[in-house]
């Protein structure tokens, strides 16, 4: 699983914010890793510098193998709340999404079917 951290101008951290948003979505997506590709993290603020509630927003986009990508996002008054608040439903999301391609018996749906 490759993962990408973007950010905008105003977001400081460099090589460690970088290593630990890798680290961290590693460890939350460990049991999809055979079924994304790509991770990419964009962080920016909104407030371009100033200070303000829930300035700070967090977009995931995951990439499945063979599925449509799937894209989260998450507002917070720090970079690691919004980070932890994205990360958390991008997981809800893939959860949901890889759910569907089993039935409630754990056999393969029809949705699962190559086209």
Request: aromatic share 4%.
């Amino acid at each position: 699983m490759q993962i990408q951290v973007h950010t905008d101008d105003n977001i400081q951290g460099g090589d460690s914010l970088a290593r630990w948003i890798s680290d961290e979505t590693t460890a939350k997506l460990s049991r999809f890793r055979d079924h994304v590709t790509r991770v990419e993290v964009f962080l920016t603020d909104i407030d371009a510098g100033k200070s303000g509630a829930q300035d700070k927003r967090c977009r995931v986009e995951a990439r499945p193998a063979g599925r449509q990508p799937l894209t989260v996002t998450a507002d917070g008054d720090k970079v690691a709340a919004a980070f932890t608040g994205a990360i958390d439903k991008l997981v809800r999301a893939l959860d949901t999404d890889m759910g569907r391609l089993k039935d409630k018996n754990g056999r393969d749906t029809i949705r699962a079917a190559e086209e």
